[in-house]
């Protein structure tokens, strides 16, 4: 067997922190190491040098409004350019709250200038009036993923990039047009927290195996394995989300 | 002041009593918040009319992590001084309890019926409850991450921290936890005329290595470079300075010295005072976090006039309010019970329980409304520190496999994590896995420990559901 291994370079990890969003590196990394997939983890910090070509897995969460806006200010900086060339060169990407609407053109704060994102989604953010807190359950492609959604700002879509999932409880990207995140490329951005990763296995299966796949070539394949206690916690998830909401 | 009765306030407080008995004759959970929230709607301005009565005024306390057993120990400590003390117990301080609290002690033509009151307050709650209490010392623990999804982000709850102590009156004393630059900026917020009391940890030997995932604050409040540290004892509290030169911790009032943690049994230190003669403290409340509490305290009532014998005696007696470090006898077994509810006071108390004597340990987790509905807090706890915890772990409550997920994540061997879901099977379960006369340990969230206080009366554990488990 191959000696398969991937870098994950967590962005931001010591601003955007809050909301349980580490628990999605925690199941990336453990989830490769208990397949013998090496997995060695890049915190990229304000100010630090990321250089393009180097990252298989980006993951980006969700901070508090000070922190984005020295997260916003570094990214148009050189980090941003790095990560532009590689979500180009189809890396794989996985953005929550914060983290996703930078993804986007632009957050637009209610009384501050806007705060300018990278630009990978074809999407922008604005701030609503009120926050949008609970249980979501979102239909995808990798099925229905259970999360937390805790935001002020209203996410739309451009033409360029499709929604993430649709909304069977909860408000999602706009509480209007049942969307909920986006995706384009490899690059996924939703407003889940949970954390998203460790209660939603099959999708955390599918970004490695997207970073496995774009790095060796489409033979390479994930081993199974045992996610009964994962399929507790995601059914226990899904049943307090159709009772509280 | 008028000397005739005030009709609304009597009516809104034969209303609270009333609603009072009704609770208790139902037998109904404690009737901390419904008499109060029935008091207010008669006479909004209930609390801050008793309040101005209180011939030695009133003490607010507030905080993310330790504000309730602050405030006992404060009660207990002018208690012991000779006090007659009005205490909102049994985390009830949202503003219905607070209510509720004055209500049952006054008198029916509002006279409140105690020398001082020490008001514990819930960080949403305490600037309404300043502005109506207008005290005489407000005590401010610390600003942690908690519960996101009740009361928004760190920043927003420290903004109308700042707008409520911008209006503090002259003569107030604001005694605060230096160590938390949050409450530093805080602090320099207040008008020209406040009496600022500034407390925090003296050198010790049980500092952390680094900043632990879930620190908050990390960033200088005047330049926005990320603070460093002399010394970190819990959290983001510590000996801060920022880099650039423009902050650092201010000098202490008040330092707790000596410190010395005896486990799961309790801690000694030193009070030290700038200008007054150092006092030594005993208390039975264990781990570093409970050193702040006391010292927060103590501070307090030395401030207020209080001896140091009397202090340091009432503190040697203190035994911990409802569920923060409890100990409850099962089956023979000694249950420990300690509270957790956000990711800084639960690393504290992990801290301590994979540093005291192994013992077959159960976490229980829920996701009521008093829990916080979101449960991605554990993510941010760092569960890592069990990965090789010697003793059985259990997990129960509503979120029980959530709390399971997370601990295989963590790195626990998955065939050694138990689910029980019913809280009070997992109880009997775990008393029954410690041999007799030994330990276990009990981590709920607020409502399973509710829950947990429940099963343990019906098991004939807890003589009362409502009321501390120990006595001295």
């Not at chain 1, 993430?164 to 927290?193: I, P, S």
């Not at chain 2, 006898?329 to 540093?355: D, F, M, Q, W, Y």
Request: charged fraction near 20%; glycine fraction near 10%; aromatic fraction near 8%.
């Amino acid at each position: 067997m191959t000696n398969y291994s991937l870098r994950i370079t967590w962005l931001y990890p010591r601003l955007m922190n809050i909301y349980g969003d580490r628990g999605n590196v925690r199941a990336l990394e453990q989830r490769c190491r208990w397949r013998g997939i090496a997995a060695d983890i890049a915190r990229v910090g304000i100010g630090d040098e990321l250089t393009a070509g180097e990252t298989d897995i980006y993951f980006f969460g969700g901070g508090q409004d000070r922190e984005q806006v020295a997260v916003a200010a570094d990214l148009r900086g050189p980090t941003g350019e790095a990560i532009r060339r590689d979500m180009a060169a189809d890396v794989v990407a996985l953005t929550v709250c914060g983290g996703y609407q930078l993804f986007g053109h632009y957050y637009r704060p209610y009384e501050t200038e806007d705060l300018p994102g990278i630009g990978i989604f074809d999407a922008w953010s604005d701030a609503g009036p009120d926050r949008f807190i609970g249980n979501v359950l979102s239909e995808t492609e990798w099925g229905t993923l259970v999360g937390f959604e805790n935001h002020s700002g209203r996410t739309f879509l451009g033409e360029g990039t499709r929604p993430f999932g649709r909304v069977v409880v909860g408000h999602g990207n706009n509480g209007q047009d049942g969307t909920e995140g986006a995706m384009t490329r490899n690059a996924f951005g939703c407003y889940l927290h949970g954390s998203l990763l460790p209660k939603n296995p099959a999708f955390a299966d599918h970004l490695i195996g997207l970073a496995l796949r774009r790095k060796y070539g489409p033979d390479a394949m994930l081993l199974p394995l045992d996610d009964t206690m994962e399929g507790e916690a995601h059914a226990a998830a899904a049943h307090r989300a159709k009772q509280t909401r | 002041m008028s000397l005739l009765p005030d009709l609304r306030l009597t009516a809104a407080l034969a209303t609270a009593k009333g609603t009072y008995r009704a609770t208790q004759l139902l037998g109904r959970s404690g009737g901390t918040a419904i008499p109060g929230l029935v008091a207010e709607r008669v006479d909004p301005l209930l609390i801050g009319k008793l309040a101005a009565r209180l011939p030695e005024g009133a003490i607010v306390v507030a905080g993310t992590n330790g504000k309730t057993t602050t405030a006992r120990m404060l009660a207990e400590i002018l208690t012991a001084a000779g006090k007659s003390v009005l205490n909102n117990g049994a985390g009830s301080n949202l503003s219905r309890g607070i209510a509720t609290a004055f209500a049952r002690q006054s008198s029916l033509l509002g006279w409140p019926g105690a020398d001082i009151a020490v008001i514990e307050t819930d960080e949403g709650a305490f600037p309404g409850v300043v502005a109506a209490v207008r005290p005489r010392v407000i005590v401010l623990n610390n600003l942690f991450r908690d519960q996101l999804d009740r009361y928004g982000e760190l920043n927003s709850v420290a903004a109308k921290w700042k707008i409520a102590l911008s209006r503090l009156g002259p003569g107030t004393s604001l005694v605060f936890d230096a160590d938390d630059p949050t409450l530093c900026a805080l602090a320099d917020a207040a008008p020209a005329g406040t009496s600022l009391v500034p407390f925090g940890l003296g050198p010790h030997a049980y500092t952390l290595p680094e900043l632990t995932h879930a620190a908050d604050a990390v960033l200088c409040t005047k330049c926005g470079a990320p603070l460093e540290y002399h010394a970190l004892s819990v959290g983001h509290l510590g000996d801060w300075y920022c880099p650039t030169g423009d902050n650092a911790r201010p000098p202490l009032a008040f330092a707790a010295t000596n410190i010395r943690l005896l486990g799961m049994e309790g801690a000694t230190f030193t009070v030290s005072h700038e200008a007054a003669r150092p006092f030594d403290i005993t208390t039975r409340v264990p781990g570093l976090y409970n050193i702040y509490n006391a010292l927060g305290a103590s501070v307090t009532a030395v401030t207020l006039g209080v001896t140091s014998e009397i202090v340091a005696g009432a503190l040697r007696t203190f035994v911990a309010p409802f569920g923060r470090i409890e100990r409850v006898a099962l089956h023979g077994r000694r249950l420990t019970l300690a509270l957790i509810k956000n990711p800084t006071g639960a690393n504290e108390v992990l801290r301590l329980v994979t540093s005291a004597t192994p013992a077959p340990l159960l976490l229980c987790i829920n996701d009521l409304i008093a829990d916080g509905r979101d449960v991605s807090w554990l993510w941010d706890t760092d569960f890592e520190m069990l990965a090789d915890y010697p003793a059985p772990i259990s997990v129960s409550g509503i979120r029980a496999f959530d709390m399971a997920v997370r601990l295989k994540y963590a790195g626990v061997p998955e065939e050694r994590i138990s689910v029980v879901p019913t809280i009070a099977d997992a109880l009997v379960a775990v008393a029954e896995q410690a041999s007799p006369d030994s330990d276990a340990y009990v981590l709920p969230t607020y409502t399973a420990m509710l829950a947990a206080r429940e099963a343990l009366h019906t098991l004939g554990a807890l003589r009362d559901v409502w009321a501390t488990a120990e006595r001295r």
